[in-house]
Nanobody
């Protein structure tokens, strides 16, 4: 069974930093795109940043220059370094991965989410 396990969320003051991690486990054949999304209450889930298996990255305009996504393919793990955090960054951050497992063709997987709270 494929699982995405997130860690690193928490409470931080505005201007501070946090680093999120997302590790994929299970019978994995290959992982394509991975990324982070956030979902404000009552709204759709929006892309924060994503990264392909070759390292190409994409960021939401609101986080460009402040957040950095990276990937360790050997560990099936991605990271989101979040600097200069703002109160509007407060949200639940969900990890995403497009995975081909030994039991299932290419499919989308989501983590359970980790809370990030930025106080003013």
């Amino acid at each position: 069974q494929v699982q995405l396990v997130e860690s690193g969320g928490g409470l931080v003051q505005a201007g501070g930093s946090l680093r999120l991690s997302c590790a994929v486990s299970g019978s994995i054949r290959s992982i394509n795109r991975m990324g982070w999304y956030r979902q404000p209450p009552g709204k759709q889930r929006d892309l924060v940043a994503d990264i392909t298996s070759s390292g190409s990255t994409n960021y939401a305009d609101s986080v460009k220059g402040r957040f950095t996504i990276s990937r360790d393919n050997a560990k099936n793990t991605i990271y989101l370094q979040m600097n200069s955090l703002k109160p509007e960054d407060t949200d639940v951050y969900h990890c995403y991965a497009r995975i081909e497992s030994y039991r299932r063709a290419w499919s989308d997987y989501w983590g359970q989410g980790t809370q990030v709270t930025v106080s003013s």
